[in-house]
């Protein structure tokens, strides 16, 4: 069974800081292509960025330079950096994962969500 539990979310100012990680467990992680995604209040959930099982990234233009994705195959962790907040980054922050060889659409897992608001 995969397990996918992210963490870091929280409070920050506009202008601040966050790392969210994902930790995943089941399957061989070097396997996965995995992905964070947004639900901003009363939206619909987007990608924000994706990294493939070889390191390959790609990024939502609303957040390219300022977001960073990365992975540590060692730790079965998934990692996104987020530099420069703004408040429409608000939302629940999803992490998911797919096998190397799936629909780049389509992600089979997925964690519970973790909270991230962006206030003064």
């Known amino acids: 069974q995969v397990q996918l539990v992210e963490s870091g979310g929280g409070l920050v100012q506009p202008g601040g800081s966050l790392r969210l990680s994902c930790v995943v467990s089941g399957g061989i992680f070097s396997n996965y292509a995995l992905a964070w995604w947004r639900q901003p209040p009363g939206s619909q959930r987007n990608l924000v960025a994706a990294i493939t099982s070889g390191g390959n990234t790609n990024y939502a233009d609303s957040v390219t330079g300022r977001f960073t994705i990365s992975r540590d195959n060692a730790k079965n962790t998934v990692y996104l950096q987020m530099n420069s907040l703004e408040p429409e980054d608000t939302g629940v922050y999803y992490c998911?994962?797919?096998?190397?060889?799936?629909?780049?659409?389509?992600?089979?897992?997925w964690g519970q969500g973790t909270q991230v608001t962006v206030s003064s």
């Open positions: 998911a994962a797919r096998y190397y060889y799936d629909d780049p659409n389509e992600y089979r897992y």
